[in-house]
């Protein structure tokens, strides 16, 4: 009687935070592939010695696969028949890493044949990529499948940098995840780069106003004017330290140099929940990756597929079938 009532509770906090933390476990791959978290970050470390972004690329893609009908490597198929691809959707277009991703899946697949989801390869590639850079570690959950659909649409309505605190909490409520999560989740805004186009707007005329956007500070605006020589120019979100991961983006926003209005609407409108969170990240260097490593396993929880679900993809970017027919490249 006791069990069953720790079972239904369990399944009711599952319900309730649309996601399956019952079905992802830590020792997933321990008899079919028990090397998957050393060749991965082997991998991830080769990659960011040729390319520093090559981290922060990483757990994008993996925070915009769990965002698009949960984390189930969706985000990373292209363009085929029956399938379009997530990487024509708004908040993906110019998305960078798929060649990083494949590189790691061709070698845990030389180990591993057929075993390790696209999905888990994303969520274990995010935790090596914030670790490698000074960030916090965490034991990542497997088990998760890879999806044999896309939802483009899902992708164009992805959480945007011209948006404002209450839709992006409406975006992160609907997936279960609160405004504390919303603020940590954003600090990996701390390293990696955004394109100009993202946030140019805030110059001059921000909103029709005739203004600059007030809540961007001016000599750091005048520092990002001069530095965007055109829109596709790619600038640090992080001015003091680009390729770390620490707290500094808190105390960047303090300052008003978040770089997009996403960013810096979490301290500056005024009366929001938001502002005692980042005021709390700001402080302690380990609160933040606590906090950040916390918020990170529950986006990596959301509505993954499991058991029969869905596949082990070979090729991250085509279904297994059709990756065997002729024209399709398999790796
Ligand atoms: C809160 C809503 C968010 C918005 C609106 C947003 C938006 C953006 C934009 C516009 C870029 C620049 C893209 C480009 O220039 O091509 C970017 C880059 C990035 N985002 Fe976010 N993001 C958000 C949340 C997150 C989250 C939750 C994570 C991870 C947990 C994340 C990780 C990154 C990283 C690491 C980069 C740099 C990528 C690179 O250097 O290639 N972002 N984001």
Redesign the pocket.
């Known amino acids: 009687m006791a069990s069953f009532n720790v079972a239904a509770f369990l399944f009711f906090l599952g319900l309730l935070f649309g996601a399956s933390f019952a079905q992802l476990t830590e020792d997933f791959y321990d008899q079919t592939c028990p090397r998957l978290p050393n060749i991965v970050r082997r991998e991830v470390k080769r990659a960011i010695e040729s390319d520093i972004?090559a981290?922060?690329?990483?757990?994008?893609l993996?925070?915009h696969d769990c965002?698009v009908q949960g984390c189930d490597g969706s985000v990373l198929l292209v363009d085929a028949p029956g399938i379009e691809s997530e990487l024509n959707g708004l908040?993906n277009?110019?998305?960078?890493?798929l060649e990083i991703v494949a590189a790691i899946k061709a070698a845990v697949e030389r180990e591993c044949p057929g075993v390790v989801s696209c999905a888990d390869i994303l969520a274990q590639a995010?935790k090596d990529?914030v670790d490698v850079q000074g960030g916090p570690s965490w034991r990542v959950l497997y088990g998760r499948r890879d999806s044999r659909t896309a939802n483009k649409t899902g992708a164009d309505e992805?959480?945007?940098?011209?948006?404002t605190l209450e839709p992006?909490k409406k975006?992160?409520e609907a997936l279960g995840l609160n405004s504390t999560d919303?603020v940590a989740?954003?600090?990996?805004?701390?390293?990696?780069?955004?394109?100009c186009?993202?946030?140019n707007g805030r110059f001059s005329n921000f909103s029709g106003s005739g203004q600059p956007d007030p809540t961007l500070d001016p000599t750091y605006r005048q520092e990002l004017e001069r530095a965007c020589t055109n829109e596709?120019t790619?600038v640090n979100?992080d001015p003091t330290t680009p390729d770390t991961f620490d707290k500094n983006y808190y105390t960047n926003l303090q300052a008003n140099r978040g770089l997009?209005t996403?960013?810096q609407s979490?301290f500056s409108e005024a009366g929001a929940d938001t502002v005692d969170t980042v005021n709390l990240l700001a402080s302690r260097e380990g609160t933040f990756l606590r906090f950040?490593r916390r918020?990170?396993i529950k986006?990596g929880n959301i509505r993954p597929l499991t058991g029969n679900q869905g596949e082990i993809r070979t090729n991250c970017s085509r279904l297994n079938d059709l990756g065997a027919q002729p024209g399709h490249d398999v790796m």
């Open positions: 972004r981290g922060a690329k990483l757990i994008r993996h925070f965002f908040g277009l110019g998305i960078q890493g995010s990529s992805l959480p945007s940098p011209f948006e992006l975006k992160f919303l989740l954003s600090g990996a805004h701390t390293f990696g780069r955004s394109r186009r993202f946030f596709d790619r979100f997009l996403s960013d979490l950040f918020s990170m986006m």
